[in-house]
């Protein structure tokens, strides 16, 4: 129950970032996620063992944690399950490449070892360009930049209604999980037996706390789409200095070459 309760304060912790007054906040939408897009294609195009490559691209989303002043244990925390899966996925071809590509010292690292250490700086590096931008900016100013771009209306709405029914959710979970504490006490733990039931409990009152929502939402004016926010100008500039790094790192090693004069 506890982790209900951490991942309910990290979506309102979100929503809290979006919401303070700094620079990069004061920037327009539709430029940050265009500069997000560029930097995630650039990033997860360099292949599996080109290492020093993919550690060049992590230096923008860490200098935009520190200059909008983000708290890094934040994201980090956030990153752990997807560290997670993407370490078993790594692990998982450490078998099948076992071709040594270099040696660090005593240690031989083999094509797999490498491809991992690629795989785990992607995900993390990609993962805080996100952040940074649904931290800086807001799911429903995100979801206005896509309409913007003349995605399909009905995908922006859902992904912005699942971003809102996701706290829902969390918190249908805790009452069942405090309910069912209450009648087991003492049981750490949910029986798997009862894993059914519960989970068939969790996705009725879901739904019916969702359709409350809705209704709502309709008595105050939704008709299907989200009309625009307050109008920010500004953030061409970030686009095109965000283009020019990923564009001077991924043409040129850089850190190979420094390397070199080292």
């Not at 539709?30 to 995630?40: C, D």
Request: charged share 15%; with cysteine; proline share 5%.
């Amino acid at each position: 129950m506890d982790r209900l309760h951490r991942a309910i304060k990290d979506v309102h912790r979100l929503d809290d970032l979006a919401a303070r007054d700094t620079w990069l906040n004061r920037l327009a939408p539709l430029p940050k996620l265009l500069a997000a897009v560029v930097y995630l294609a650039v990033t997860l195009s360099f292949g599996r063992y080109q290492l020093t490559g993919v550690l060049g691209m992590g230096l923008w989303p860490l200098l935009l944690l520190e200059l909008a002043d983000f708290t890094p244990g934040d994201a980090l925390r956030a990153f752990k399950p997807v560290a997670v899966l993407l370490t078993v996925v790594g692990l998982c071809n450490l078998p099948f490449d076992r071709a040594v590509l270099l040696h660090a010292g005593p240690m031989s690292v083999t094509g797999g070892m490498l491809s991992l250490g690629v795989l785990l700086a992607k995900g993390l590096f990609c993962f805080l360009a996100v952040w940074v931008l649904i931290a800086s900016t807001g799911m429903e100013s995100v979801c206005a930049a896509l309409q913007q771009l003349h995605c399909p209306r009905v995908l922006t709405t859902t992904i912005l209604l699942i971003y809102r029914y996701i706290v829902l959710l969390l918190q249908e979970g805790i009452r069942i999980a405090t309910a069912y504490a209450l009648r087991a006490p003492g049981q750490k733990g949910i029986q798997f037996r009862a894993w059914g039931s519960l989970l068939g409990q969790l996705l009725l009152r879901s739904i019916d706390r969702a359709q409350l929502v809705y209704e709502s939402m309709q008595l105050r004016g939704f008709a299907g789409s989200f009309p625009p926010g307050q109008k920010k100008h500004g953030g061409w500039l970030f686009l095109a200095v965000t283009v020019f790094y990923c564009a001077i790192f991924r043409a040129v090693p850089v850190f190979e070459l420094a390397g070199r004069l080292l």
